[in-house]
């Protein structure tokens, strides 16, 4: 003959002996779901760090590929003969101002603190976040090539900052 346990040990028997959780398992279950959120609150903060790492360093490489990209463009249309690398204050590093003439227009691009400014028919920032800009003659023979070094900064959250510098190796003056 079979046995039958739902009939032989009915259900409220088993019911009627659980009553509840003890404190150890309470204790056991609040400690494995805290060791959880505070995995997932590190995990989080973590993808948050790199969000803002991989935003900030996009912004700066954008700004400065755009600034490069306006400074080469500019340069390429210059009169050889009328480039003058200098810097535009005592304060500023040697080689961080250019001036030219393009189409017989005067253009000036000069780092002045963080920003980078164009003058061509009016002044204006390009850039907020330069950290140096340089203009270097790399052969003394000619001087109808320019490199163009830009290194640009930008905070990413309290004190950190990310850096990143490009460069365009022998711009030619075309004119």
Known sequence: MRH???TTYPLKHLLARSKGMTLTEVMIS???IGIIGSALTVLFLSWLQF???SRVNSEIQSDARTCLELINRNLRQA???SAVVDAYSAAQPPYSRISFRKDGQPVIYYQ???QLYEVSHSTRAISRTL???QFVYPETADDSIINVGITMEKKIYGTNTRVVQMSIAKVRLMN
């Open 112 to 114: 002045l603190g963080q």
């Open 79 to 81: 009169t050889s003969t």
């Open 51 to 53: 969000w803002q790492v």
């Open 131 to 133: 950290r140096s800009i």
């Open 4 to 6: 039958n346990y739902l």
């Open 30 to 32: 609040v400690a494995i």
